[in-house]
């Protein structure tokens, strides 16, 4: 699905409700400061299709402001494909050679469209595809503020994935020229308020067009949000992760099994396209955090059933896209939006499990039977259990170890808000084909943990690249003596604490590391080798704690610096 990515920025109330801190970006995501939680608004494609105009653009703006649903975060208002111009050689285009806007659709033109839907405090999203329309070419049109024209930096043997009028040349970004016309459209783009950009038929051949338009939407000024589209090669997901916000780890969710032209109209989904992205988010789960996110594609909740998904499919549904932190972008008909899915929408417990920053694990995948869960900043867990079948209950069964802890756990269904008291060691639920049962669990005697990626580093990086982890990362210290890591910790009072350090050290060698508390040694500490660099140990100390904030200080003693890091627990 053509879906648009973007930002979510009024989520902040329903992350007060659960006091949930939001972690720092790892090193290795985008830099430009954006989507530090996942994006949450509207986009076309689902439902308005190949017929966008100004009238259906407004009307959804508006609903999302009426419905309250703007209130709850869903503020992008995000306008995908078939807003362009073409004749028989594709897209129409500007004197500059951008993609001319078809006024017929959009009498009032696009800047006027986004200064509506800013006006109601909503941001607004744009749409594009690699490459310069043939047009542009044969008419040689001028490059923007330069000498340069079409044919200087056009390659016109080889053509770009185009879904509507096609005939995109590919650019010869050897050429000065190709990164000039590809920031004139970014400052055009921002000259009319877009706030987030879609570049969609992306693939492992795309690499230099995305890096283009990364430097290109930087040098307008303006922040302007980057999503990737679509069924992206897991591949190059580190690449992905260093240039955009977001990116579609596979095709669209949408069915194309309705009723009218090129399958639009309902239902726009089935439970089939849905649970195919459990296996994806797993796969990609690790390249999630704030900065840069794994999505899923648009959320297909608002107009009940004839979406092609039960109640039971719709909350699962939503549930797993909250789960994986993946944007939540609705697909559907704002303006006939039905009392049960906007209760859905606007659940804030589940709006908190989404804009957490942290992705879910699986951690059971049995036939039917799923089971995943995260641990969140202030050290709750959240575990959702699924039923993927279309026909016949299922018991699906987690115990506390399994997602992460040990020991009793106070648990609220998240759904309905209701205590489910507390639990000893493991969690079950009979559950209906399509159901899932999702819960927060509340260890009775949490530790409080300390993030290694977001604690002070010195000769050392936050990394990713390794699997296992908690969090967005760990520390990777450099192999040299006197790199370390530091913690700020927090005690209600002064006394003896119980210090867990979870670390792997993949060498056979051991690397000692020297704990100091408050600038005082306490001792040096062995970290022997775990087997390899994704087998993480534990290692428990004793240290004494002054009353408010303390730091705690992990230093490597040898040539080859410390393991690496993922976390300290206080006890």
Same mark, same amino acid.
């Not at 995000?78 to 500007?94: A, E, P, R, T, W």
């Not at 469209?113 to 607004?124: E, P, R």
């Not at 499919?313 to 906007?342: C, E």
């Given at each position: 699905?053509?879906?648009?990515?973007?930002?979510?920025?009024?989520?902040?109330?329903?992350?007060?409700?659960?006091?949930?801190?939001?972690?720092?970006?790892?090193?290795?995501?985008?830099?430009?400061?954006?989507?530090?939680?996942?994006?949450?608004?509207?986009? %076309?494609?689902? $439902?308005?299709?190949?017929?966008?105009?100004?009238?259906?653009?407004?009307?959804?703006?508006?609903?999302?402001?009426?419905?309250?649903?703007?209130?709850?975060?869903?503020?992008?208002?995000?306008?995908?494909? $078939?807003?362009?111009?073409?004749?028989?050689?594709?897209?129409?285009?500007?004197?500059?050679?951008?993609?001319?806007?078809?006024?017929?659709?959009?009498?009032?033109?696009?800047? *006027?469209?986004? =200064?509506?839907?800013?006006?109601?405090?909503?941001?607004?999203? #744009?749409?594009?595809?690699?490459?310069?329309?043939?047009?542009?070419?044969?008419?040689?049109?001028?490059?923007?503020?330069?000498?340069?024209?079409?044919?200087?930096?056009?390659?016109?043997?080889?053509?770009?994935?185009?879904?509507?009028?096609?005939?995109?040349?590919?650019?010869?970004?050897?050429?000065?020229?190709?990164?000039?016309?590809?920031?004139?459209?970014?400052?055009?783009?921002?000259?009319?308020?877009?706030?987030?950009?879609?570049?969609?038929?992306?693939?492992?051949?795309?690499?230099?067009?995305?890096?283009?338009?990364?430097?290109?939407?930087?040098?307008?000024?303006?922040?302007?949000? $980057?999503?990737?589209?679509?069924?992206?090669?897991?591949?190059?997901?580190?690449?992905?992760?260093?240039?955009?916000?977001?990116?579609?780890?596979?095709?669209?969710?949408?069915?194309?099994?309705?009723?009218?032209?090129?399958? %639009?109209?309902?239902?726009?989904?089935?439970?089939?396209?849905?649970?195919?992205?459990?296996?994806?988010?797993?796969?990609?789960? &690790?390249?999630?955090?704030?900065?840069?996110? /794994?999505?899923?594609?648009?959320? &297909?909740?608002? /107009?009940?059933?004839?979406?092609?998904?039960?109640?039971?499919?719709?909350?699962?549904?939503?549930?797993?896209?909250?789960?994986?932190?993946?944007?939540?972008?609705?697909?559907?008909?704002?303006?006939?939006?039905?009392?049960?899915?906007?209760?859905?929408?606007?659940?804030?417990?589940?709006?908190?499990?989404?804009?957490?920053?942290?992705?879910?694990?699986?951690?059971?995948?049995?036939?039917? /039977?799923?089971?995943?869960?995260?641990?969140?900043?202030?050290? =709750?867990?959240?575990?959702?259990?699924?039923?993927?079948?279309?026909?016949?209950?299922?018991?699906?069964?987690?115990?506390?170890?399994?997602?992460?802890?040990?020991?009793?756990?106070?648990?609220?269904?998240?759904?309905?808000?209701?205590?489910?008291?507390?639990?000893?060691?493991?969690?079950?639920?009979?559950?209906?084909?399509?159901?899932?049962?999702?819960?927060?669990?509340?260890?009775?005697?949490? *530790?409080?943990?300390?993030?290694?990626?977001?604690?002070?580093?010195?000769?050392?990086?936050?990394?990713?690249?390794?699997?296992?982890?908690?969090?967005?990362? #760990?520390?990777?210290?450099?192999?040299?003596?006197?790199?370390?890591?530091? #913690?700020?910790?927090?005690?209600?009072?002064?006394? %003896?604490?119980?210090?867990?350090?979870?670390?792997?050290?993949?060498?056979?060698?051991?690397?000692?590391?020297?704990?100091?508390?408050?600038?005082?040694?306490?001792?040096?500490?062995?970290?022997?080798?775990?087997?390899?660099?994704?087998?993480?140990?534990?290692?428990?100390?004793?240290?004494?704690?002054?009353?408010?904030?303390?730091?705690?200080?992990?230093?490597?003693?040898?040539?080859?610096?410390?393991?690496?890091?993922?976390?300290?627990?206080?006890?």
């Amino acid at each position: 699905m053509k879906a648009v990515l973007m930002k979510a920025g009024l989520a902040a109330l329903a992350l007060a409700a659960t006091c949930l801190a939001v972690p720092a970006a790892p090193a290795a995501a985008s830099d430009n400061g954006l989507s530090i939680r996942p994006a949450m608004g509207w986009s %076309s494609w689902s $439902f308005v299709r190949r017929w966008p105009d100004e009238t259906k653009m407004k009307a959804q703006a508006d609903a999302l402001v009426s419905s309250g649903l703007a209130d709850k975060g869903y503020v992008y208002v995000n306008l995908d494909d $078939f807003y362009q111009k073409c004749d028989s050689n594709g897209f129409m285009v500007d004197d500059y050679g951008r993609w001319a806007v078809d006024t017929a659709k959009f009498p009032s033109g696009i800047k *006027a469209l986004a =200064d509506y839907v800013h006006a109601k405090g909503l941001k607004f999203g #744009f749409y594009v595809t690699p490459g310069i329309a043939k047009n542009a070419v044969t008419a040689n049109k001028p490059i923007e503020g330069t000498s340069y024209h079409a044919q200087d930096i056009a390659d016109t043997s080889q053509t770009h994935k185009n879904y509507n009028c096609k005939n995109m040349y590919r650019l010869k970004y050897s050429h000065p020229g190709a990164q000039a016309f590809i920031n004139s459209w970014a400052d055009q783009m921002a000259s009319w308020g877009v706030d987030y950009l879609k570049i969609d038929g992306v693939d492992a051949s795309t690499v230099a067009d995305v890096e283009a338009w990364d430097k290109a939407l930087r040098q307008t000024g303006r922040p302007i949000n $980057f999503a990737l589209s679509n069924n992206l090669p897991i591949a190059q997901a580190t690449t992905w992760k260093r240039l955009a916000n977001s990116w579609r780890t596979q095709g669209d969710v949408e069915c194309y099994c309705g009723s009218g032209p090129n399958g %639009s109209g309902y239902p726009l989904t089935d439970w089939a396209h849905v649970v195919s992205r459990f296996n994806s988010a797993a796969s990609w789960q &690790q390249y999630a955090g704030p900065g840069g996110w /794994n999505d899923y594609d648009s959320l &297909q909740i608002g /107009n009940g059933d004839q979406v092609g998904l039960t109640a039971d499919q719709r909350r699962s549904h939503m549930t797993h896209w909250a789960m994986a932190a993946s944007p939540l972008l609705l697909g559907t008909d704002l303006t006939a939006l039905t009392s049960v899915d906007l209760a859905m929408l606007k659940n804030d417990r589940l709006i908190a499990v989404n804009q957490d920053g942290v992705a879910a694990q699986r951690v059971v995948n049995s036939g039917v /039977n799923q089971v995943w869960r995260k641990r969140e900043a202030n050290g =709750d867990y959240i575990v959702a259990l699924y039923n993927t079948g279309t026909s016949g209950n299922s018991t699906v069964s987690v115990t506390w170890a399994q997602a992460g802890f040990t020991g009793p756990a106070a648990v609220t269904n998240l759904w309905s808000g209701a205590s489910e008291g507390t639990v000893a060691s493991s969690y079950s639920a009979t559950l209906r084909p399509g159901e899932t049962r999702l819960i927060r669990a509340r260890p009775a005697a949490a *530790a409080t943990r300390y993030e290694a990626e977001n604690a002070t580093i010195s000769q050392g990086a936050a990394e990713s690249n390794h699997s296992g982890f908690s969090g967005t990362g #760990f520390v990777n210290a450099d192999n040299v003596t006197g790199s370390y890591v530091e #913690f700020t910790v927090n005690a209600a009072e002064a006394g %003896s604490r119980t210090v867990t350090i979870r670390y792997a050290n993949g060498t056979s060698v051991n690397r000692p590391m020297s704990v100091a508390v408050n600038g005082a040694a306490v001792q040096t500490r062995d970290f022997p080798g775990t087997g390899d660099w994704d087998t993480w140990a534990d290692a428990t100390l004793t240290v004494s704690l002054n009353a408010g904030a303390n730091t705690v200080r992990l230093t490597g003693t040898t040539a080859n610096g410390g393991p690496n890091v993922d976390y300290l627990d206080l006890s």
